[in-house]
């Protein structure tokens, strides 16, 4: 698809259910903030798929907010935008971590599908290193049926699993470091293991519409971040105003296991 004029982003996500590549940060730019991730690495620990990282760090925060990523999801959603998570997804260089063929919106909760999820590379995304793979218009069918799978390799929390997918209708989506994928939270995806000899590192992003509530409790948060919110259905995410202040890391933690909550319920 290479690098889409945002008039053309809605009509190929609308279609497709995904569009990439789509640059959104110089490679420095990526290096940069790739550098603050491993930096608080250092002190916090493992990043790999912790939920609400832009309560704590400011790195995910700015990358999530960038205005041009709202003008794109704008065209995707509307204009009253709520973040909903910010995620690290990390690949260790040669381990077998993979994702198996999902879609995102089996077990959120959400009582719409005015959702859209921004992947964005701060390092090499290639065939070798696991990039993501879309099935292009598989989010026209809704949901499809999942089964829980025991995987200790895969990254979804109950390993959820379409099978019966035709690999060969398949597209894969490398990305170059600062290059994003947007997705339908209905678009089955997967990815596969990191052969390479680094690590593939990608910030990953969810949006809603501020019309969508969670239908499994009231507790769950989210963070307007672009035009206004007249139904608060969710509590206020405290963003990040500084790097791994420790009243903001205790905070996320309890936000991580009420998302995790919803996550392990069907």
């Given at each position: 698809m290479g690098n889409l004029d945002i008039g053309n982003?809605?009509?190929n996500y609308e279609t497709n259910g995904y569009v990439s590549p789509v640059r959104l940060l110089s490679k420095a730019d990526a290096a940069h903030h790739r550098g603050l991730l491993e930096a608080a690495e250092t002190s916090f620990g493992n990043m790999h798929y912790r939920s609400k990282m832009h309560t704590i760090h400011t790195s995910p925060l700015t990358l999530a907010t960038l205005p041009s990523v709202l003008d794109i999801v704008e065209r995707m959603i509307g204009p009253n935008i709520l973040l909903y998570?910010?995620?690290y997804i990390i690949k260790e260089p040669k381990t077998q971590t993979h994702v198996s063929w999902h879609q995102d919106l089996t077990y959120w909760g959400l009582s719409h599908d005015d959702q859209v999820s921004m992947w964005l590379a701060l390092s090499p995304a290639t065939l070798e290193s696991g990039c993501m793979r879309m099935i292009p218009g598989s989010h026209l069918g809704g949901r499809m049926e999942h089964a829980a799978t025991e995987d200790s390799n895969n990254v979804l929390l109950q390993g959820q699993t379409v099978s019966g997918v035709n690999e060969d209708e398949a597209h894969a989506c490398p990305l170059?470091?600062?290059e994003a994928t947007f997705h339908h939270g209905w678009t089955l995806h997967a990815s596969m293991a990191n052969q390479s000899d680094d690590r593939r590192i990608g910030l990953n992003v969810q949006y809603l519409a501020t019309h969508v509530r969670?239908?499994?409790?009231d507790l769950d948060t989210a963070m307007?971040?672009?035009g206004q919110?007249?139904?608060r259905h969710f509590d206020y995410d405290r963003p990040a105003t500084s790097d791994l202040d420790p009243a903001a890391i205790a905070h996320q933690a309890l936000l991580e296991n009420r998302y995790v909550s919803i996550a392990g319920k069907q």
């Open positions: 982003i809605a009509a998570n910010v995620t170059a470091p600062g969670q239908t499994k409790h307007l971040v672009r919110d007249d139904y």
